[in-house]
Antibody, heavy 119, light 112 residues
Framework: EVQLVESGGGLVQPGGSLRLSCAAFGFTFSTYEMSWVRQVPGKGLECVSDISSSGTTMSYADSVKGRFTVSRDNARNSLYLQMNSLRAEDTAVYYC????????????WGQGTLVTVSS | DVVMTQSPLSLPVTLGQPASISCRSS???????????LNWFQQRPGQSPRRLIY???DRDSGVPDRFSGSGSGTDFTLKISRVEAEDVAVYYCMQGTHWPRTFGQGTKVEIK
């Protein structure tokens, strides 16, 4: 069964850092582009970052560029999001998502992990 | 960024009746490879999003055939032929043609 499991969320102060992890199961992780998508509770969805299957190409939304870094370890079937200089507006549920090979869109989502930035 | 605009934002529907959601993009979603990467997602209360439709009209595996997608260029539609109780959710369109991928605001489908 294809499964994505996020971890690492929690409460952090403004200006602080947090590292999210996503463990992938049930598919050949190294052959898929992966993405982080966030959702402010009760609000809409925002694509935060993408990483190519090899890990050599990364893309970021303007709202996080320079503060967030996406990476992956294909040997460990894991995806990461290093979040620095966190702001209150980064408070959201962060989803790990697998991008379909031919659809350029998420076709599998994790359950999400909540990040709360507050003093 | 490409702005995706959905309407209506709230859609009360009677069980067994059809429902239709519109999605318009601020620029064409036709990719240089000829494909149009417009997707529809369903998010039930308390759950992660689930993709229903990709490339305008292709249904994902396991998606009931009462869901259908159509459209071209900048105008797209998701239709539910006969709404069932399990269809209560927020529906989002999302474009994957241009980076960053962008979502519509969401349409909340509820039962009258």
């Amino acid at each position: 069964e294809v499964q994505l499991v996020e971890s690492g969320g929690g409460l952090v102060q403004p200006g602080g850092s947090l590292r999210l992890s996503c463990a992938a199961f049930g598919f050949t992780f190294s052959t898929y582009e992966m993405s982080w998508v966030r959702q402010v509770p009760g609000k809409g969805l925002e694509c935060v970052s993408d990483i190519s299957s090899s890990g050599t190409t990364m893309s970021y939304a303007d709202s996080v560029k320079g503060r967030f870094t996406v990476s992956r370890d294909n040997a460990r079937n894991s995806l990461y999001l290093q979040m620095n200089s966190l702001r209150a507006e980064d408070t959201a549920v962060y989803y790990c998502a697998r991008i379909g090979r031919t659809s350029r869109a998420p076709n599998c989502w994790g359950q999400g992990t909540l990040v709360t930035v507050s003093s | 960024d490409v702005v995706m605009t959905q309407s209506p934002l709230s859609l009360p529907v009677t069980l067994g009746q059809p429902a239709s959601i519109s999605c318009r993009s601020s620029q064409s979603l036709v990719h240089s490879d000829g494909n149009t990467y417009l997707n529809w997602f369903q998010q039930r209360p308390g759950q992660s999003p689930r993709r229903l439709i990709y490339k305008v009209s292709d249904r994902d595996s396991g998606v009931p055939d009462r869901f259908s997608g159509s459209g071209s260029g900048t105008d797209f539609t998701l239709k539910i032929s006969r709404v069932e109780a399990e269809d209560v959710a927020v529906y989002y369109c999302m474009q994957g043609t241009h980076w960053p991928r962008t979502f519509g605001q969401g349409t909340k489908v509820e039962i009258k």
